[in-house]
């Protein structure tokens, strides 16, 4: 029995890669009861090797229906499951859905409560709307590889795929906004969401000095753009960030380094200037910090209630108390692998706990039995399995 707050939800997942996935894995792992509907042959190699720890770590808390939509049979399954569903998530090319017959308008003629979310590279319109769509393509088209990096670098990506992420997260968010919607309406709606409208989205204060103040920001590396000192510095045994915004902060920071002269250096005397000669400024912090550990400047920035912290690899990441207090892993058991650690949610309730109920499942691992429970008989389900549509 499917337990958290939304396990009165049903969810038809028919999204691949990444940015699909991410927004199913948020109701899931909040206990919707998600069905991944999959072609015959199963998606791997559609984000990365099944048994990789990317497809484990997107997938867990579903269950998996092999499903041939080229078929009319495997339509008429999947019409018969959005009859008793909730949600239907897809991040097929705009024109896919409409060729297979499982657009929000056919869908919405069986089931009007139905909440349909499509993820696509750049919007279900406009002039770009057939284009493929990537992570890396919406981090350049959307202005943050322009920002990312070191200046006379050139443009530079982040570490993760943020565009998709962020895409997949904000159509959750839709999906529940619908869903709350609908308690009033009673009636379900399509919910977009776009690689490159979220990327825009997330460069939030950023896109904000262009639209705003009309300036073009450009990479600042590992400077804050506008509230300096905060960087990375050198220490006697590695690097450690440290993050003095604004001027009770940029005190504080002196006292600990015991260079109180910066205070009243006039280079440095007021936030504008700091960033005129940031280049200056750290070069002056860096050779304190180059006198000590990395630790000894942690502990003790912290005391002085300056934000400082260490730079860690993955490694070290899950190996931090505070990471471990936080609860951000959790253990469930694959069919083929064993035990696998997969990344939790950020998000805690006091009352309803998300969980990580079951690892990703095999491909069609609950074909049969979700059959059934819409009402097919075993001998209907052999002749499925013959005929290719299971």
């Given at each position: 029995m499917t337990t958290g707050p939304l396990s009165r939800f049903k969810a038809i997942d028919l999204t691949r890669v990444r940015a699909?996935?991410?927004?199913?894995?948020?109701l899931a792992d909040w206990g919707a009861d998600v069905i991944k509907i999959e072609s015959p042959d199963g998606d791997a190699g559609l984000g990365g090797e099944r048994h990789g720890p990317d497809f484990q770590n997107l997938h867990r808390n579903k269950r998996s229906v092999t499903l041939n939509l080229k078929a009319p049979e495997g339509v008429a399954i999947m019409k018969r499951l959005v009859a008793k569903s909730d949600v239907v998530v897809e991040n097929y090319r705009p024109d896919v859905k409409f060729r297979l017959g499982v657009d929000y308008e056919?869908?919405?003629?069986?089931n009007p409560r139905?909440?349909?979310?499509?993820?696509s590279g750049f919007g279900q319109d406009g002039p770009y709307r057939d284009r493929p769509?990537?992570?890396?393509?919406?981090?350049?088209?959307?202005?943050?590889m322009s920002i990312t990096g070191e200046p006379g670098r050139g443009p530079m990506?982040?570490?993760?795929?943020?565009?998709?992420?962020?895409?997949?997260?904000?159509?959750?968010?839709?999906?529940?906004?619908?869903?709350l919607e609908r308690e009033q309406s009673g009636q379900g709606q399509w919910v977009t969401s776009?690689?490159?409208?979220?990327?825009?989205?997330?460069?939030d204060f950023q896109a904000a000095r262009w639209t705003i103040g009309n300036e073009v920001p450009g990479q600042a590396g590992n400077n804050h753009p506008t509230s300096i000192p905060t960087g990375v510095f050198a220490t006697s045994d590695g690097y450690i960030n440290i993050a003095a915004a604004g001027d009770d902060i940029y005190r504080r920071l002196c006292k600990a380094l015991q260079a109180e002269h910066l205070l009243t250096d006039p280079r440095f005397v007021t936030g504008a200037v700091r960033s005129d000669n940031r280049?200056?400024?750290n070069a002056a912090i860096e050779a304190v910090t180059k006198t000590k550990t990395s630790a000894s400047w942690i502990e003790l920035l912290n005391k002085a209630s300056v934000p400082g912290g260490p730079i860690y690899k993955m490694n070290e990441v899950f190996a931090d108390p505070q990471v471990k207090h936080l609860g951000m892993t959790r253990t469930v058991t694959q069919a083929v692998l064993g035990d696998v650690e997969v990344v939790g949610q950020p998000?805690?309730?006091?009352?309803?706990?998300?969980?990580?109920?079951?690892?990703?499942?095999?491909?069609?691992?609950?074909?049969?039995?979700?059959?059934?429970?819409?009402?097919?008989?075993?001998?209907?389900?052999?002749?499925?399995h013959d005929a290719k549509v299971v």
């Open positions: 699909g996935p991410t927004a199913v894995r948020q056919s869908l919405k003629a069986i139905i909440v349909y979310a499509s993820i769509g990537f992570d890396q393509i919406a981090q350049g088209m959307g202005g943050l990506r982040v570490g993760i795929p943020v565009a998709d992420l962020t895409a997949g997260i904000f159509a959750a968010m839709g999906i529940l906004i619908a869903l776009s690689l490159l409208g979220a990327q825009i989205s997330m460069l280049d200056a400024l998000i805690e309730l006091s009352r309803t706990p998300w969980s990580i109920r079951t690892a990703a499942p095999e491909p069609g691992e609950h074909t049969d039995a979700i059959l059934a429970e819409l009402g097919y008989g075993s001998a209907e389900i052999d002749k499925l």
